[in-house]
């Protein structure tokens, strides 16, 4: 166990839909990452959160959406989706914004979309 | 474009040999990171690499930085079937707020 919490671990929903993943970081750890690694792809970085503040967004669909909340669990927002957005979608937390730091990886929500 | 670039993209290899990753890197940092990932699970983190010239070991990984060359590599001595997982490299970049930017991974498949 990492210390990073994502639920759920498995969703399978339809084109069109709406589903928002969850995670919680390691303790003590301010930032949060979100990425999506699509089947044998590589990591894509979405957005990241530094204690609650947007710090940094990567490639993230503007059908995606994020949020950090005062006690620095995260949300993602995924709508209106499409059969390419299956994937599996990691958190990370580090216990800075930036600097040498460590990403701590959840176990990944793995998401379907029939 | 920054870019961080791995090779070989896919490694199969006996067990017992030995060999290399290359991770090649085009914007300026001094920080590198390697990260492990079995199929189908999590990233965890392997080496943190923070200045010119170091080098971290560990078991039969062992992994350097030359930040002039902008290179690192990820030496597997002896490999054991255990090893077969997705190998990422990662870059501090200092000129985006230490954003990291990663490698495509290498996937290496060790046979018994």
């Known amino acids: 166990d990492s210390g990073v919490t994502q639920t759920p671990k498995h969703l399978i929903t339809a084109t069109g839909q709406r589903v928002t993943l969850r995670c919680s970081p390691r303790?003590?750890?301010?930032?949060v990452y979100w990425y999506q690694q699509s089947l044998d792809q590589g990591l894509q970085f979405l957005i990241q959160?530094?204690?609650?503040?947007?710090?940094a967004k990567g490639n993230i669909l503007e059908r995606f959406s994020a949020q950090q909340f005062p006690d620095l669990h995260s949300e993602l927002n995924l709508s209106s989706l499409e059969l390419g957005d299956s994937a599996l979608y990691f958190c990370?937390?580090?216990?800075?914004?930036?600097?040498?730091?460590?990403?701590?990886f959840g176990a990944g929500s793995r998401l379907t979309v029939l | 474009e920054l870019k961080v670039e791995q090779n070989p993209l896919f490694l199969s290899m006996q067990e017992g040999k030995n060999y290399t990753i290359y991770c090649n890197y085009s914007?300026?940092?001094?920080?590198l990171y390697w990260y492990r990932q079995d199929p189908g699970k999590s990233l965890e983190s392997l080496f943190v690499?923070?200045?010119n010239g170091a080098v971290k070991q560990e078991g039969r990984l062992m992994a350097s930085l030359d930040t002039k060359a902008r290179l690192s590599t990820l030496h597997i001595t002896a490999a054991v079937h255990d090893l077969s997982a997705t190998y990422f490299c990662?870059?501090?970049?200092?000129?985006?707020?230490?954003?990291?930017?990663w490698g495509a991974g290498t996937k290496l498949i060790i046979k018994p």
């Open positions: 990370a937390s580090s216990l800075m914004g930036s600097g040498a730091n460590v990403l701590t």
């Open positions: 303790s003590g750890d301010l930032s």
């Open positions: 959160y530094y204690n609650g503040e947007e710090r």
């Open positions: 914007t300026t940092s001094d920080r």
């Open positions: 690499l923070l200045s």
């Open positions: 990662a870059v501090d970049n200092m000129d985006s707020n230490y954003q990291l930017i």
